[in-house]
């Protein structure tokens, strides 16, 4: 089966701008969760979707957001960046089984 | 929520060593324990899991226990290799969605050849 895939790979981004974030999972899996991995805070959870509804939410702001398509595939939306938001985001993909599949992640910048 | 703690952050052990790596977890309804390797610029992988039912688990030089009554877990790597230099990352949650997996923050180990 192929991996878990995301797009972009690399983005910069100015502050202030938004951004959106893609995940394909493995054929098959019907959850998504994505997390922020940042060198100081690891890896941290920022939301999971499964059957195109949000089932788990992490401590973020509201600038955070996401959807899941019916196809399994989902994106992240990040509004008014901030330099802060700079990190290496992760999407992960499970179930029916628990074992999540990273993807390579997406490396933001805002400058 | 759940929270999870890791130590070392960082090991440095001699090629053919043994590494251990320990990690605490609070809440007590977790039962889904999964260890993942990150290499430099590379997707963290899933190297090694276990659920609250077992409480050792091994795959070749790997292999992981479980203490449910302390609330930790730990890593054993056995003749360690410079290729397992990497980063390991724990994590715990209740099975099946119910929980988000939840990390510790990790630990740098560095075989020396």
């Known amino acids: 089966k192929a991996g878990v895939t995301q797009t972009p790979r690399y983005l910069i981004k100015t502050r202030g701008q938004q951004v959106t974030l893609s995940c394909s999972p493995i054929s098959g899996h019907r959850s998504v969760s994505w997390y922020q991995q940042t060198p100081g805070q690891g890896l941290q959870f920022l939301f999971e979707?499964?059957?195109?509804?949000?089932?788990n939410k992490g401590n973020f702001p509201g600038r955070f957001s996401g959807r899941q398509f019916s196809n399994s595939r989902s994106e992240m939306n990040v509004s008014t960046l901030e330099l802060g938001d700079s990190a290496l985001y992760l999407c992960?993909?499970?179930?029916?089984?628990?074992?999540?599949?990273f993807g390579p992640g997406t490396r933001l910048t805002v400058t | 929520g759940e929270n999870v703690e890791q130590h070392p952050s960082t090991l440095s052990v001699q090629e053919g060593d043994s590494a251990v790596i320990k990690c605490t977890y609070s809440?007590?309804?977790?039962?889904?324990f999964p260890w993942y390797k990150q290499e430099l610029g590379k997707r963290p992988q899933l190297i090694i899991d276990?659920?609250?039912?077992?409480g050792e688990k091994k795959d070749q030089r790997i292999a992981v226990t479980l203490n449910k009554t302390a609330k930790h877990f730990s890593l054993h790597i056995t003749e360690t290799q410079p290729e397992d230099s990497a980063v390991y990352f724990c994590?715990?949650?209740?099975?099946?969605?119910?929980?988000?997996?939840?990390f510790g923050k990790g630990t740098r180990l560095s075989v020396i050849a």
């Open positions: 994590a715990a949650s209740r099975s099946s969605g119910n929980t988000p997996l939840v």
């Open positions: 276990i659920r609250s039912n077992v």
């Open positions: 809440d007590s309804a977790s039962n889904y």
């Open positions: 979707y499964f059957s195109e509804t949000q089932r």
């Open positions: 992960a993909s499970s179930y029916p089984s628990d074992e999540q599949y």
